[in-house]
T-cell receptor, first 114, second 111 residues
Framework: KAGVTQTPRYLIKTRGQQVTLSCSPISGHRSVSWYQQTPGQGLQFLFE???????NKGNFPGRFSGRQFSNSRSEMNVSTLELGDSALYLC?????????????FGAGTRLSVL | DAKTTQPPSMDCAEGRAANLPCNHSTISGNEYVYWYRQIHSQGPQYIIH???NNETNEMASLIITEDRKSSTLILPHATLRDTAVYYCIVRVRSYGQNFVFGPGTRLSVLP
């Protein structure tokens, strides 16, 4: 079974631009979570989607948004990029079946804002 | 979710057992202990989780004290590829709940 796939792997943008990152979850997984990882703040939760609905949200400004499609694929968007948005963005999927509730992470998208 | 405390770094000789401790003194009865690791610049990898009984899988063993206030992740025969940051997380096992990652323990396996 294929793992969580994130595209692109690397991205370079300039301040003020916007960016869209994509995540394809493990087949059959309906929950997708997004995290931001920076050297200063570590891994921080952005939001979680389940069945096309945002179910949980972290403490990030409204410039960070996401959505989930009917096939469970998810995108996150960052508008009006700032230098501080440079980070590794990680997507994780989990199954609602069974009792384990384990999140499986993709390799991430490394975003550099210049 | 309960807060966890882990040593910032540890060394282990290749081939020896690596024992990574985690304190979670405020853990509540319905919170599980999860362990993940992150090899440099990759996504975190699930290792193991448990509630109160010791658990073992192909990657590691998890030992949880009887009072559940601390736990130890054991990598029985550490290899250079086990060099990573290891995260101990306690959380309720309910859907829609995110993981709260602390700074973790940076394990260096030395040749």
């Amino acid at each position: 079974k294929a793992g969580v796939t994130q595209t692109p792997r690397y991205l370079i943008k300039t301040r003020g631009q916007q960016v869209t990152l994509s995540c394809s979850p493990i087949s059959g997984h309906r929950s997708v979570s997004w995290y931001q990882q920076t050297p200063g703040q570590g891994l921080q939760f952005l939001f979680e989607y389940f069945s096309e609905t945002q179910r949980n949200k972290g403490n990030f400004p409204g410039r960070f948004s996401g959505r989930q499609f009917s096939n469970s694929r998810s995108e996150m968007n960052v508008s009006t990029l700032e230098l501080g948005d440079s980070a590794l963005y990680l997507c994780a999927s989990s199954s609602e079946q069974g009792a384990k509730n384990i999140q499986y992470f993709g390799a991430g998208t490394r975003l550099s804002v210049l | 979710d309960a807060k966890t405390t882990q040593p910032p770094s540890m060394d282990c000789a290749e081939g020896r057992a690596a024992n990574l401790p985690c304190n979670h003194s405020t853990i509540s009865g319905n919170e599980y202990v999860y362990w993940y690791r992150q090899i440099h610049s990759q996504g975190p990898q699930y290792i193991i989780h448990g509630l109160k009984n010791n658990e073992t899988n192909e990657m590691a063993s998890l030992i949880i004290t009887e009072d559940r206030k601390s736990s130890t992740l054991i990598l029985p025969h550490a290899t250079l590829r086990d060099t990573a940051v290891y995260y101990c997380i306690v959380r309720v096992r309910s859907y829609g709940q995110n993981f709260v990652f602390g700074p973790g323990t940076r394990l260096s396996v030395l040749p």
